[in-house]
């Protein structure tokens, strides 16, 4: 059973950074395309980026691009995500999520075969 533990999470100004972690165990993490997602106060959960197994695909939500970026380590087991220039919109609960077939992540999140239990992201002053 694939498990997904993200970490990284808190409360920053707006303007400021953070690094999301997400590490994966009890699969082959190579095999997962990987993805994180994020859900705000009374709206739905959102793709905000996606990389495939190798890493060589990745999609970055029209919100996040030129700010946040995705990246993975497969000798770590890890995907990441990094943001910056963070804005007070910025704040939700942001899931690590993977599937195995890569489309599934734009197909909704019913789609998405395993979820991390998420971690808080809080950009105010």
């Known amino acids: 059973q694939v498990q997904l533990v993200e970490s990284g999470g808190g409360l920053v100004q707006p303007g400021g950074s953070l690094r999301l972690s997400c590490a994966g165990s009890?699969?082959?993490?190579?095999?997962?395309?990987m993805g994180w997602f994020r859900q705000a106060p009374g709206k739905e959960r959102e793709l905000i980026a996606s990389?495939?197994?190798?890493?060589?695909?990745?999609y970055i939500a029209d919100s996040a691009k030129g700010r946040f970026t995705i990246s993975r380590d497969n000798t770590k087991n890890s995907v990441y995500l990094e943001m910056s220039n963070l804005k007070p919109e910025d704040t939700a609960v942001y899931y690590c999520?993977?599937?195995?077939?890569?489309?599934?992540?734009?197909?909704?999140?019913?789609?998405?075969?395993?979820w991390g239990k998420g971690t808080l992201v809080t950009v105010s002053s």
């Open positions: 999520a993977a599937v195995r077939s890569y489309g599934n992540f734009f197909a909704g999140s019913h789609a998405v075969d395993h």
């Open positions: 009890g699969g082959t993490f190579s095999m997962l395309n």
């Open positions: 990389t495939t197994g190798s890493g060589m695909t990745s």
